[in-house]
């Protein structure tokens, strides 16, 4: 059974950071594209960052130079690292799985298989 489980969010001041976890069963994380998303009130879902299986390339989006993508192999766990936070960050983050190795679809969210239950992330003034 496949399953997905974020954790680490929380509220923070601006200028903070927090480090995100998501723990992955049912299939091994290094194999495959995977990324995090996250989707505030109002707004569409937005991709952040992704890292393609095999140790393979990452892509940033929107968060480049202030969120950082990892992986730990051994525990089946991918990371996002968020510094310089805002309240503009504030909401659910998600992370999420392909079935494919390689990122080839970018941060369309509609080809990702597999996604977590989220955790919330809210960032004061």
């Known amino acids: 059974q496949v399953q997905l489980v974020e954790s680490g969010g929380g509220s923070v001041q601006a200028g903070g950071s927090l480090r995100l976890s998501c723990v992955v069963s049912?299939?091994?994380?290094?194999?495959?594209?995977m990324g995090w998303f996250r989707q505030a009130p109002g707004k569409e879902r937005e991709g952040l960052e992704l890292?393609?299986?095999?140790?393979?390339?990452g892509y940033a989006g929107s968060v480049k130079g202030r969120f950082t993508i990892s992986r730990d192999n051994a525990k089946n766990t991918l990371y996002l690292e968020m510094n310089s936070l805002n309240p503009e960050d504030t909401g659910t983050y998600y992370c999420?799985?392909?079935?494919?190795?390689?990122?080839?679809?970018?941060?369309?969210?509609?080809?990702?298989?597999?996604w977590g239950q989220g955790t919330q992330v809210t960032v004061s003034s």
């Open positions: 049912g299939f091994t994380a290094s194999d495959f594209c």
């Open positions: 999420a799985a392909t079935l494919s190795r390689f990122c080839t679809d970018g941060f369309q969210y509609t080809v990702y298989r597999y």
């Open positions: 890292v393609d299986g095999y140790g393979g390339a």
